[in-house]
Nanobody, 125 residues
Framework: QVQLVESGGGLVQAGGSLRLSCAAS????????MGWFRQVPGKEREFVAV????????YYADSMKGRITISRDNAKNTVNLQMDSLKPEDTAVYYC??????????????????WGQGTQVTVSS
C-alpha cells in the first residue's frame, strides 16, 4: 500500500509559477511510474505528466508541454511538478498517482494503483 500526499497548491496570478510535491509513504516509489493528473468540477480527470521508475522516460500533456517539468527523487520518495507560465485554464485540483503496471497507456487513469487526495491550484487572470 502506498500513501500519497500532495502539497504546494495555491492561488497564483496568470504567468506565475507553482511547484507541486508528492510525498509517498508505506512503500518506496522506485517500483512505480509516477504521474500527475488534474480535474475540474464536472469534467473527467485528465493526464498532465508521467515519469518512469528510473526517470529516464517522461511524457507531458500537450496542453502543458513546455510549461511544466516533472521530476522524482526515489531516495526521498518524492515526485515534483514544476509549473510555470500558468494560465487561468490550468485551474484544477491536481493529483499525484502511482502506477505499478505498464499494461495500459500512461495517460489512462485506470492504470494507476494509488492516488493522493489532491491539491487545489487556482490561477487568477
Amino acid at each position: 500500500q502506498v500513501q500519497l500526499v500532495e502539497s504546494g497548491g495555491g492561488l497564483v496570478q496568470a504567468g506565475g509559477s507553482l511547484r507541486l510535491s508528492c510525498a509517498a509513504s508505506g512503500h518506496t516509489i522506485d517500483s512505480y511510474s509516477m504521474g500527475w493528473f488534474r480535474q475540474v468540477p464536472g469534467k473527467e480527470r485528465e493526464f498532465v505528466a508521467v515519469i518512469s521508475r528510473s526517470g529516464s522516460s517522461i511524457y507531458y500533456a500537450d496542453s502543458m508541454k513546455g510549461r511544466i517539468t516533472i521530476s522524482r527523487d526515489n531516495a526521498k520518495n518524492t515526485v515534483n511538478l514544476q509549473m510555470d507560465s500558468l494560465k487561468p485554464e490550468d485551474t484544477a485540483v491536481y493529483y499525484c498517482a502511482a502506477r505499478g503496471s505498464t499494461g495500459s497507456p500512461y495517460y489512462d487513469i485506470d492504470g494507476y494503483d494509488y492516488w493522493g487526495q489532491g491539491t487545489q491550484v487556482t490561477v487568477s487572470s
